[in-house]
C-alpha cells in the first residue's frame, strides 16, 4: 500500500504488496557483494530494515520529520497588550 512512497525513498521494489528483500540505498555502492540484498520491507505496513548498516523506518515516521512546524516569537505589541491573571504576574515576579 506504500509502494510509491517508499520509491520515494529510492528503495527499488518490483511486488506492490507484502514482503520483499531489495538492496539498500544507503549502503548498497560501499558493499563487497553487491548482489546481497541486504534490505528487508514489508510493503503492505510501509516498514523498512537494512541488515547491514541499520537503516531502520516506516514511511509514517519519515513522513513526520518532513514536515517541520516554523515557530515566531510573538511582537512586543501583542505581549504587551496581553492580559495577564494576577498569578501569574506573582509567580514571574517571584522568579526574579
Not at 14 to 39: A, I
Not at 59 to 64: F, K, L, N, P, T
Request: charged fraction near 35%; hydrophobic fraction near 25%; aromatic fraction near 8%.
Amino acid at each position: 500500500m506504500y509502494f510509491d512512497r517508499l520509491s520515494d525513498l529510492d528503495i527499488k521494489l518490483t511486488r506492490h504488496s507484502g514482503n520483499e528483500k531489495c538492496k539498500c540505498p544507503k549502503c548498497h555502492d560501499g558493499r563487497k557483494n553487491k548482489t546481497d540484498r541486504s534490505l528487508s520491507v514489508n510493503i503492505t505496513t510501509g516498514e523498512f530494515n537494512c541488515h547491514n548498516c541499520g537503516w531502520k523506518g516506516n514511511v509514517r515516521s519519515v513522513e513526520r520529520k518532513r514536515e517541520s512546524k516554523a515557530y515566531q516569537k510573538p511582537s512586543e505589541e501583542i505581549l504587551k497588550n496581553a492580559f495577564l491573571k494576577e498569578k501569574a504576574i506573582k509567580w514571574r515576579f517571584t522568579i526574579l
